[in-house]
């Protein structure tokens, strides 16, 4: 990479990070171009030149934040590891990343927003949930193939499985609620991943011999 790109990939780090702040502050609607090009302390030209609208920026701040993420799951999903402990990692990898306190502020951002910019709820589910409900059907899909998952379609089970993992979380941050230690807590993840075997697996005893 030359001076003149490392420079640039800086730049636009910098950009994302400043326009990610704007966002979560200000909200969607709330966010402009000229309001984060005043924050970085350059020209509008400046940032126009690495994006050409608030979408494309904004599209680029989801993908800059969930790109680790994303990486990981593919890790996580591995045709090579067995059925049981794949949906277990995932479920509690999935968990952990969204009540991270980043997660929670853009999804209450987005729940207050959804009427009023429903741009910026398309693009998330595009390049956030999109992806992931993609990855889980892909992997499902191959064991289901195999003999391993009956009862629903990869989509379906992909569906159930997030469902279970998001439902507690998604309640608390719709209600705003505050609870006390054990209150309304999600259950952990090998819970979960019981109850999805007895959904779907064939054989229970065969799936933790599968490698």
């Known amino acids: 990479m030359s001076k003149r790109e490392e420079r640039r990939g800086e730049r636009r780090a910098?950009?994302?990070a400043t326009?990610?702040?704007?966002?979560?502050?200000?909200?969607?609607?709330?966010?402009?171009?000229?309001?984060?090009?005043?924050?970085?302390?350059?020209?509008?030209?400046t940032l126009w030149s690495y994006f050409s609208s608030k979408e494309e920026l904004f599209a680029a701040c989801?993908?800059?934040k969930t790109e680790v993420f994303r990486s990981e799951l593919v890790q996580v999903l591995n045709p090579g590891v067995s059925l049981r402990s794949?949906?277990?990692?995932?479920?509690?990898?999935?968990m952990t990343k969204i009540r991270e306190p980043q997660s929670v502020a853009l999804y209450q951002l987005l729940c207050g927003e959804g009427t009023r910019a429903p741009e910026a709820s398309r693009i998330f589910y595009e390049r956030g949930p999109g992806v992931v409900q993609?990855?889980?059907v892909?992997?499902?899909g191959a064991h289901e193939a195999a003999g391993?998952?009956?009862?629903?379609?990869?989509?379906?089970?992909?569906?159930?499985?997030?469902s279970l993992c998001t439902g507690i979380s998604h309640q608390r941050v719709l209600?705003?609620?505050?609870?006390?230690?054990?209150?309304?807590?999600?259950?952990?993840?090998e819970k979960i991943t019981d109850l999805f075997f007895r959904l779907y697996a064939v054989d229970d005893a065969e799936v933790k011999r599968v490698a």
């Open 14 to 16: 910098a950009i994302l």
């Open 86 to 94: 794949a949906i277990e990692s995932f479920c509690r990898r999935f």
């Open 138 to 140: 892909a992997f499902l």
């Open 175 to 189: 209600l705003g609620l505050n609870c006390p230690q054990g209150a309304m807590q999600p259950p952990p993840p």
């Open 19 to 45: 326009a990610g702040e704007c966002f979560l502050e200000h909200g969607y609607a709330g966010t402009t171009m000229s309001a984060v090009a005043a924050r970085l302390g350059g020209s509008k030209g």
């Open 148 to 162: 391993r998952l009956r009862g629903g379609t990869p989509l379906e089970m992909a569906q159930v499985l997030i």
């Open 134 to 136: 993609a990855l889980l």
């Open 62 to 64: 989801v993908e800059d």
